[in-house]
């Protein structure tokens, strides 16, 4: 698209975020994903700073490369004042606001996100993650599994299932939902290290270290 159009925003944007998701879904190093992602996203505001969704996905950027939370929230602010019906752009902000334990806040903006676009799975998927993060387990538990009605087959509402279960303390029901997630994600590094690690807290010591073994090998 870039090729076709140097000019055209969006397509920066699409390179930001196809960028931005490696570090997430496919194990590339944040040094070799996040730069490229940051200039993709402030070469889409260069052309266009009205683009909402620019702004929205340098406030990733911001937060998960260069650790500036306030440069973050303010993106993501941005974003929404330019569009408020942007879907991306709350969630954009639901997920500064989490990691920052700003969590009714994060709440508010995550559930704003799927009213926009109820049927993009990963915002049904993190808003269960917002609300695990604010110590909202039954509530999680219930738009996670909403979620998996939707599609049973996202790897992501899988991960964030287990991460609830291993709270609750349900290890082999999380064990279950992380192997899930790995088998779906086709060997995701983080499903695969949560399954060692919810063995080791139900004191199965050897799949534990046959987990820790398994990483060790892919690194």
């Known amino acids: ?6 000019n055209y ?5 699409g390179l930001a975020e196809a960028n931005r998701s490696l570090a997430i879904t496919s194990d590339v190093p944040s040094k070799d994903c996040l730069p490229q992602a940051t200039a993709a996203a402030r070469k889409a505001l260069e052309i266009d700073d009205s683009l909402a969704e620019g702004h929205a996905s340098l406030s ?3 937060i998960w490369y260069e650790w500036d939370w306030v440069g973050g929230e303010r993106e993501a602010k941005r974003a929404i004042s330019l569009n408020p019906n942007s879907a991306y752009s709350h969630f954009a902000l639901a997920h500064v606001l989490s990691d920052l334990g700003r969590h009714d806040q994060a709440i508010v ?3 704003r996100a799927v009213e926009l676009d109820p049927v993009f799975f990963l915002f049904g998927a993190l ?3 917002f609300l695990h993060h604010a110590g909202r387990d039954d509530e999680a538990m219930a738009r996670l599994q909403k979620t998996l009605q939707l599609d049973p087959t996202f ?3 899988h991960f964030i ?7 609750q303390r349900k290890y ?3 064990i279950a939902a992380c192997t899930k997630a790995r088998d779906l994600s086709h060997g995701n590094s983080e499903a695969i290290a949560s399954i060692g690690y919810t063995a080791a807290l139900a004191g199965d010591k050897t799949q534990a270290l046959a987990v820790l073994q398994e990483l060790k090998t892919l690194s």
């Open 161 to 167: 299932l287990g991460k609830v279960y291993i709270q």
């Open 9 to 13: 925003a969006l397509a920066y944007f």
């Open 172 to 174: 082999p029901e999380a």
């Open 109 to 111: 903006e995550g559930a």
């Open 60 to 62: 990733f950027s911001l």
């Open 127 to 129: 808003e269960g993650m």
């Open 155 to 157: 790897w992501i509402t």
């Open 1 to 6: 698209a870039i090729d076709l159009d140097p």
